[in-house]
T-cell receptor
């Protein structure tokens, strides 16, 4: 079983602060996705990273895939209350034939 | 365009009752996935369809769980003789590609099942 560990589990910060959340595994993934899920809704895809060392930016969000494709990070600059939600990473491995979600980081941004 | 829809959004069942959860994927999407999400956890894979064929049901927790997609579009997840541990949000996702990979999956809002 391929496990993805996300940290921290909970994070509460003030508006305007920066933050980084992590997604780690001992397994290599073909690609990794980050989703955001709001209460009562399904996860919404934010980004897919494929190449080791890849960095993708989406406005104030910066995603990085580790060189060995075992881990990833999400950095948010100047967080806003609208960033509040559950951030999930999901690892995809074509060889394993099954994708795995982490348990997520619950982010709360206070105004 | 319409996204993935699920019904009902909320379901309360007494222990021992049977329930049926419906998923309407995005029109034309080939692959359909069911996930179970317990409170405070990430989604866990239950089963996967490519068109009408159920290609992987390895995540179904017991033989009380049954899923079908007879015409390759709408899917139903049925849980027989519900137990309290079945209480969770059941998510459906679809993708236009005929693949089991997570890439580009579009999720519905989920059905929250509470078993009393």
């Amino acid at each position: 079983t391929q496990l993805l560990e996300q940290s921290p589990q909970f994070l509460s910060i003030q508006e305007g602060e920066n933050l980084t959340v992590y997604c780690n595994s001992s397994s290599v993934f073909s690609s990794l996705q980050w989703y955001r899920q709001e209460p009562g809704e399904g996860p919404v895809l934010l980004v897919t990273v494929v190449t080791g060392g890849e960095v993708k930016k989406l406005k104030r969000l910066t995603f990085q895939f580790g060189d060995a494709r075992k881990d990833s990070s999400l950095h948010i600059t100047a967080a806003q209350p609208g960033d509040t939600g559950l951030y999930l990473c999901a690892g995809d491995n074509t060889n394993a034939g099954k994708s795995t979600f982490g348990d997520g980081t619950t982010l709360t941004v206070k105004p | 365009g319409a996204g993935v829809s699920q019904s009902p959004r909320y379901k309360v069942a007494k222990r021992g009752q049977d329930v049926a959860l419906r998923c309407d994927p995005i029109s034309g999407h080939v692959s359909l996935f069911w996930y179970q999400q317990a409170l405070g956890q990430g989604p866990e894979f239950l089963t996967y369809f490519q068109n009408e064929a159920q290609l992987d049901k390895s995540g179904l927790p017991s033989d009380r769980f049954f899923a079908e997609r007879p015409e390759g579009s709408v899917s139903t997840l049925k849980i027989q003789r519900t137990q309290q541990e079945d209480s969770a949000v059941y998510l459906c996702a679809s993708t236009s590609k005929g693949t089991k990979r997570v890439l580009e999956q579009f999720f519905g809002p989920g059905t929250r099942l509470t078993v009393l």
